[in-house]
């Protein structure tokens, strides 16, 4: 799996071009409030975007980059505890972010796996 959203929950800034920022501080779900979590989300969803243009341009060093980032921001949505007590209006928006990266996701698993096919064919013209 290219992203992993095994949890569901989020604080941080987003970045287009993946770039690693400040670790985020520690705290207790309890504590963390529904827009610092979304606004993980939403960089998430920038990473996921800068993916798949990375993606479409082929720089697969690029997605590697941007991926490394979207991970550690995946972690700090885990961080943040769940999102059930969250109101319904932070809930919806947070699920309407996720199905924007999952579209993402989808459209960059199509590029990678057929960057592989490609590769596999180059291989077996080789053997």
Same mark, same amino acid.
């Given at each position: 799996?290219?992203?992993?959203? +095994? #949890? ?8 287009? %071009?993946? /770039?690693?920022? /400040?670790? &985020?501080?520690?705290?207790? &779900? ?16 920038? !990473? ?5 243009? /990375? #993606?479409? %341009?082929?720089?697969? +060093?690029?997605? #590697?980059?941007?991926?490394?980032? !979207? ?40 590029? /990678? ?13 080789? #053997?």
């Amino acid at each position: 799996m290219l992203l992993d959203f +095994t #949890a569901q929950t989020g604080p941080d800034h987003h970045n287009h %071009s993946g /770039a690693t920022g /400040a670790n &985020p501080p520690s705290v207790q &779900p309890e504590d963390v409030q529904p827009e610092d979590v979304l606004e993980v989300y939403e960089a998430i969803e920038a !990473c996921s975007a800068g993916m798949l243009l /990375a #993606a479409q %341009s082929e720089d697969w +060093t690029a997605v #590697a980059r941007i991926k490394t980032r !979207c991970d550690a921001l995946i972690e700090s949505a885990r961080a943040a505890g769940p999102t059930g007590h969250w109101p319904r209006e932070w809930r919806n928006a947070r699920l309407r972010v996720l199905g924007r990266v999952l579209r993402n996701e989808a459209q960059l698993r199509r590029l /990678a796996f057929a960057q592989a096919r490609q590769t596999d064919a180059l291989l077996a013209g080789m #053997a």
